[in-house]
């Protein structure tokens, strides 16, 4: 497996470092591209000294150069947290489109697979649960969380083109919320946001009633699907998520339970656009990758929480 080569985009922010880090373990040679506007090589510190581990420091928007044999080119790269893409939209859209498009090239250059990392954020506040494969979404072209939801969805459209027009061999992942150590701790999304609070003893945010459902899957789940989807030959889109789904509220009470914080609750007005149920149905990734999560919340939770205390 030495000779194997895989190319990650944005392999130095929280899903890909993690990604990175397994394919290292598992004897792959390991090129990482980042332009460290999210991502941090914090993330890398334990590949700083593997010979099997490079890093360029690249916009991949701007143009994509590997030298040598690449087997795979799996494009990571996205401004994914609320917080990131409300402030950088432009550089959302463009790495969504333009660095989908230079990925792709990469791997039609190399004739290496090629995989991308979509999101459940493709279909949108959902008018159908759960979330199949076939579903279309149900997106906001023009709302402020377009640039992220849009992004993802041009590069989809992309990602097919390609493997119907050049007979690329490709795969398309559509993560649903993960969690883990790693994240940042005020990255926007609710997990390190309310674990970032209770640790303070501040007040957990919760927008809205708490009523909307999210469905969380730890890190060590995900990299196990996405290794399993790399390797397999499916080319529709898969989801990888836990499907087991839980409200804000509730996970805002078991985080509390498990540090031990005093806070208490706050309620602000819901984002616009933000969807009010999300849960994957993976019948697709439990049948042709034998994938399914094993990680409870809670235990995940109790791996994660760690990582955030000073």
Not at 5 to 27: K, M
Not at 33 to 38: F, S, V
Not at 241 to 261: C, D, H, M, W, Y
Not at 282 to 301: C, D, H, M, Q, Y
């Amino acid at each position: 497996m030495g000779d194997k080569v895989v190319v990650i985009t944005g392999g130095a922010g929280f899903i890909g470092s993690h990604l990175c880090l397994r394919l290292v373990d598992s004897g792959y040679r390991v090129v990482c591209i980042d332009n460290l506007i999210t991502g941090s090589l914090d993330n890398l510190k334990p590949l700083s000294r593997n010979r099997k581990f490079g890093f360029i420091r690249r916009d991949v928007s701007k143009g994509i150069e590997v030298a040598g044999k690449v087997t795979y080119v799996l494009h990571c790269a996205s401004l994914a947290s609320p917080e990131d893409y409300l402030d950088y939209p432009i550089q959302t859209l463009k790495v969504g489109s333009l660095g989908t498009h230079n990925a792709l090239g990469l791997a039609k250059k190399k004739n290496a697979g090629f995989m991308l990392f979509s999101t459940s954020e493709v279909y949108g506040d959902p008018l159908v649960h759960p979330q199949k494969e076939e579903y279309w979404g149900n997106v906001n072209p023009v709302g402020i969380r377009s640039c992220y939801d849009e992004s993802k969805r041009f590069a989809e459209a992309l990602t097919m083109a390609y493997c119907r027009v050049h007979k690329l061999d490709t795969r398309i992942v559509r993560i649903f919320n993960t969690y883990g150590p790693g994240m940042r701790s005020r990255d926007g999304r609710v997990v390190p946001n309310f674990i970032s609070q209770a640790l303070a003893d501040e007040p957990l945010t919760v927008y809205g009633d708490g009523s909307q459902t999210r469905s969380f899957c730890y890190i060590d789940d995900l990299v196990e699907g996405l290794l399993r989807l790399m390797l397999s030959s499916v080319h529709e889109p898969v989801n990888l998520g836990n499907p087991r789904e839980f409200t804000v509220r509730q996970l805002a009470a078991i985080v509390l339970k498990i540090t031990g914080s005093k806070s208490r609750i706050i309620f602000k007005p819901l984002p616009q656009d933000d969807p009010r149920q999300r849960r994957p149905d993976i019948t697709r990734a439990r049948k042709f990758l034998k994938w399914e999560p094993v990680v409870s919340l809670e235990t995940g939770l109790k791996k994660t929480i760690p990582y955030f205390v000073k």
